[in-house]
Nanobody
Framework: DVQLVESGGGLVQHGGSLRLSCAAS????????MSWVRQASGKGREGVAW????????AYSDSVKGRFIISQDSAKNTLYLQMNSLKPEDTAMYYC?????????????????WGQGTQVTVS
């Protein structure tokens, strides 16, 4: 079974940085498309960063472009999200998601597997 386990969330001040990690198991890491998706309180899920783990080509939503960096360590089957210049509007639960043949990476329903999430709060 596919398992995704996020870590690294926490409370940070405006302008600070955090690095999220997603440890993946149960599937061939380099054959999946993976994203970081966030959900703020009372809002829907929003894809913020995507990478094809086999090609290493990233994409970002406009809301995080230039501030967040998605990366992977294929040897460790781990996905990362480096978040810099954090703003209060980045406060959300952040999920790692995996899928195959994703048509629109920004849409949450494109992904088959999800982690439990890690909370990021920016004050």
């Amino acid at each position: 079974d596919v398992q995704l386990v996020e870590s690294g969330g926490g409370l940070v001040q405006h302008g600070g940085s955090l690095r999220l990690s997603c440890a993946a198991s149960g599937f061939t890491f380099c054959s999946y498309e993976m994203s970081w998706v966030r959900q703020a309180s009372g809002k829907g899920r929003e894809g913020v960063a995507w990478i094809h783990t086999g090609r290493g080509t990233p994409a970002y939503s406009d809301s995080v472009k230039g501030r967040f960096i998605i990366s992977q360590d294929s040897a460790k089957n781990t996905l990362y999200l480096q978040m810099n210049s954090l703003k209060p509007e980045d406060t959300a639960m952040y999920y790692c998601a995996a899928g195959r043949a994703v048509a629109d990476w920004t849409r949450a329903n494109e992904y088959d597997s999800w982690g439990q999430g890690t909370q990021v709060t920016v004050s």
